[in-house]
DNA sequence: AGCCTGTATAGGATTTTCCTATACCTTGCT
DNA sequence: AGCAAGGTATAGGAAAATCCTATACAGGCT
């Protein structure tokens, strides 16, 4: 059994119309078309829906009368398909859900978030932190609308939206040797002991920084997190290298440390937006991606002020 | 916006088996069918459904997966109401709602319908009572799915199935001086005074039978309702003709009545049912004309006894 | 009786759907 | 690197559904 919503839409004009003519006039078509509408769906169900009258229209039946009222309400709920549909175009609505790079996420996000839930309260938001490889099968997937992340290792179906430079600087025990200097040379760095934040994408590029510079790095200790080695710096155990701007040097156990910009502009990592190619950004996700990009000018006038 | 449940069903197919390849052999067709409805939903819509991969198939969009859910639902209650078209071929259900001439329902509607509830609790029956006038309108409108009724002024368009004929026969005062009689000529009654059930359908039909031997009757008391009818003749004002059995002859202030049959077996009435040409009866009509069939068989006894 | 109204049918035109063939791109194997 | 395999979109023509005009048909209305 197989009824279409268009031959349904005709039976229900029809009936409510107690006219195939009426209802073929309303529906911007000719009468054979309603007729013949009818005929098949009837035919398809088995059911006796009209009684055809002469001259004076139809009337419906018992079941035609049954059969409307299910038909009716079929009919709105496709209607409301199609409102759903531009809504999901049109409306900042229902969920959003992105994901980040935890380097940046706690930083970036909370204060953004903030703004956009209080300014659509009925949308559920949720963030999540991974990796660059998990981010890219999430947004290849459809899992994430979006990822605040690097221009790094993305293929080439998703696009890169870059928002804001960060150039690398150097964080120091407060009693280094070094930590009261204007700016350090890599050089400089490479025999000190560092503290390096392991993880692939930061590792690689904090590695390549040195490369560049013709040395390698000095590392005495490795840490999965940020707030690990912040807590192993603050408390002498060596320098570390880092390009999220946060808006504290004082690690979780109360130890305060000293901040020192790199000599000779070094390669920055650029932060963006990641986003499928070819896929519109849904209403919500446009609406934070634009708070985002608000949020983050702050940051660039630091860098041209610096 | 103009989508197709064909276009829903493939989009889902589509969607579920996270391959086009994959839906289009669930579906049954060809795969570039199932592209060119999802491309068109597309375009319909606006939105952004599918991530097309190289060499691995489709994932849906963020969005993609949020109108699948609702297009899902759709798509059910589209079988739905398939299956319900089919319920109201098949399964005694719903509702039923007749209609019957007021002589004969109280007599023969109150026993059927106490044994079809039984039977079937969740049918909501209804029976009402008209006129013929109103009967054949209520038929040809949809309003009745059938009518208990004589085969009188019926247009073509209704098909009358004949249940049971009623000769008719003469209700008297017990101290009536023809009470006693085994049977009675119509003649001699002619000059009597005569109750008239004042109904169209009666009216003429007790006429037409004096017409018939060539007299007129003497109508001395004219009544609308068969119980003021069985009053007046019970308090000896006048006799009067009957054709529907009634199982006692006590009227309602407690006065009791004779009957006598007329002699030279005269033109009955002949009770059935009345429905609409072309229009099958729905299951639950079907099982209460059944019962009824059964329950008049015990009047076709007392007949050919009689 | 004859016109009007309203539905069903016939037949051809148009639009939609469908299929085959093919282009195009990535993955994965050699 | 190159090549086969797997998967989607496009092209173009065939098949099917839909639509329209014209007409048949039948009862209501005057």
């Not at 029809?14 to 911007?28: D, H, I, P």
């Not at 996420?105 to 991974?130: K, T």
């Not at 808006?247 to 070094?266: C, E, F, K, R, Y």
Request: net charge negative; charged share 15%; hydrophobic share 45%.
């Amino acid at each position: 059994m197989q009824l279409t919503l268009k031959q349904l839409r005709y039976f229900v004009a029809a009936g409510e119309n107690a006219s195939v003519t009426k209802a073929a006039q309303a529906m911007f078509v000719s009468q054979p078309s309603i007729s013949s509408a009818i005929l098949h769906i009837e035919e398809q169900t088995g059911l006796d829906l009209l009684i055809r009258h002469h001259a004076q229209g139809v009337s419906l039946t018992p079941t035609g009368q049954r059969f409307l009222l299910k038909a009716k309400q079929l009919l709105t709920e496709a209607d409301n398909l199609g409102k759903f549909a531009t809504s999901l175009t049109e409306d900042v609505s229902g969920s959003l859900r992105f994901v980040s790079l935890p380097t940046l996420a706690p930083v970036l996000v909370p204060p953004v978030m903030h703004q956009f839930v209080e300014r659509h309260r009925d949308v559920q938001v949720q963030c999540e932190e991974a990796d660059q490889e998990k981010i890219i099968s999430g947004l290849l997937t459809g899992r994430f609308e979006f990822a605040l992340t690097y221009d790094i290792k993305l293929p080439p179906e998703l696009d890169f939206t870059p928002l804001v430079d960060f150039p690398p600087y150097v964080l120091l025990p407060q009693t280094h040797p070094l930590a009261a200097r204007d700016e350090l040379q890599i050089q400089e760095l490479a025999a000190e002991p560092m503290v390096l934040l392991d993880w692939p994408l930061s590792r690689d590029y904090f590695y390549s920084l040195f490369l560049a510079a013709g040395v390698e790095p000095n590392v005495a200790y490795r840490a999965k997190s940020l707030a690990m080695v912040r807590g192993l710096v603050a408390n002498g155990l060596g320098y570390t290298l880092f390009n999220t701007p946060l808006a504290n040097h004082i690690s979780l156990d109360g130890n305060q440390m000293a901040v020192v910009p790199l000599a000779g502009s070094p390669r920055p990592t650029c932060l963006g937006l990641a986003t499928l190619h070819g896929v519109r950004a849904t209403p919500a996700a446009a609406a934070f991606i634009d708070m985002l990009q608000q949020h983050v000018g702050q940051f660039d006038q630091h860098n041209t002020e610096g």
